[in-house]
């Protein structure tokens, strides 16, 4: 489980955010400036959806939840085609995955965790790694907007404003001596969101994107027979 979070962090910390100071018109503010006004538009959020695919370690993750600052979260996440539904409910956490997701996810555990579960819903430990994190906000923007204490050497540059889902936003590079070149799109318009980050060189590449800003959006918990507790079976 934990490789889908990593996967999504490999992304999003690729094209960090840092702090800098501001100017008259927003395109004509460093890339720096635009960026910290991006990281300031993003921590202020109560809602997003995160949607997109990712490379790491020779797997393609694809994830599209919707997730807020109260614990909620619906949607999926996938692994080679292979997918599970997620939904979360005031900090509790569930998910459904297919039969092939057990297969590539759980090893020689697989058949016999299938024989078990069948298609009810599993219970995410509190703490856990993995599907738990897209259900926490804060933790999930934490981990794609890298902290700008960290002392890097990755430098920025602007690129073309670009149409983006029918918004005006402007490409912001990030060349890092590690992880290599991504780029960032940041709205023009205030709130300046990110609205998408892509990478295509270095170890992992992919491309997500963020939309659905502060929208409302329905999560049901799934009933108490319907969900199975993994931990409790096997203490």
């Given at each position: 489980?934990?490789r889908?979070?990593?996967?999504?962090?490999?992304?999003?910390?690729?094209?960090?955010?840092?702090?800098?100071?501001?100017?008259?018109?927003?395109?004509?503010?460093?890339?720096?400036?635009?960026?910290?006004?991006?990281?300031?538009?993003?921590?202020?959020?109560?809602?997003?959806?995160?949607?997109?695919?990712?490379?790491?370690?020779?797997?393609?993750?694809?994830?599209?939840?919707?997730?807020?600052?109260?614990?909620?979260?619906?949607?999926?996440?996938?692994?080679?085609?292979?997918?599970?539904?997620?939904?979360?409910?005031?900090?509790?956490?569930?998910?459904?995955?297919?039969?092939?997701?057990?297969?590539?996810?759980?090893?020689?555990?697989?058949?016999?965790?299938?024989?078990l579960?069948g298609?009810?819903?599993?219970?995410?430990?509190?703490?856990?790694?993995?599907?738990?994190?897209?259900?926490?906000?804060?933790?999930?923007?934490?981990?794609?907007?890298?902290?700008?204490?960290?002392?890097?050497?990755?430098?920025?540059?602007?690129?073309?404003?670009?149409?983006i889902?029918?918004?005006?936003?402007?490409?912001?590079?990030?060349?890092?001596?590690?992880?290599?070149?991504?780029?960032?799109?940041?709205?023009?318009?205030?709130?300046?969101?990110?609205?998408?980050?892509?990478?295509?060189?270095?170890?992992?590449?992919?491309?997500?994107?963020?939309?659905?800003?502060?929208?409302?959006?329905?999560?049901?918990?799934?009933?108490?027979e319907?969900?199975?507790?993994?931990?409790?079976?096997?203490?």
């Open positions: 489980m934990t889908i979070g990593l996967a999504v962090a490999s992304v999003g910390l690729a094209t960090a955010l840092t702090a800098c100071g501001g100017s008259d018109s927003f395109t004509d503010q460093s890339a720096e400036d635009i960026a910290n006004a991006s990281k300031d538009a993003m921590g202020d959020l109560k809602a997003v959806k995160v949607a997109g695919s990712v490379t790491t370690s020779g797997q393609q993750v694809d994830i599209d939840v919707q997730t807020n600052a109260e614990g909620d979260c619906v949607g999926s996440i996938g692994i080679d085609g292979a997918s599970a539904e997620i939904v979360g409910v005031e900090g509790s956490t569930w998910f459904r995955p297919s039969q092939e997701f057990w297969e590539k996810s759980a090893g020689e555990a697989a058949e016999q965790i299938i024989t579960v298609d009810k819903w599993v219970v995410v430990p509190e703490g856990e790694d993995g599907f738990g994190q897209f259900c926490d906000l804060d933790e999930l923007l934490d981990q794609m907007l890298k902290d700008d204490d960290e002392d890097d050497k990755a430098t920025f540059s602007k690129g073309d404003t670009e149409d889902d029918g918004d005006e936003a402007i490409a912001i590079d990030q060349e890092d001596p590690e992880d290599g070149t991504s780029t960032g799109y940041v709205l023009v318009d205030e709130p300046h969101y990110l609205v998408k980050i892509e990478k295509t060189d270095g170890d992992d590449s992919g491309s997500v994107t963020f939309s659905e800003f502060d929208e409302d959006f329905d999560a049901e918990a799934p009933a108490e319907d969900t199975i507790d993994l931990d409790n079976l096997s203490s």
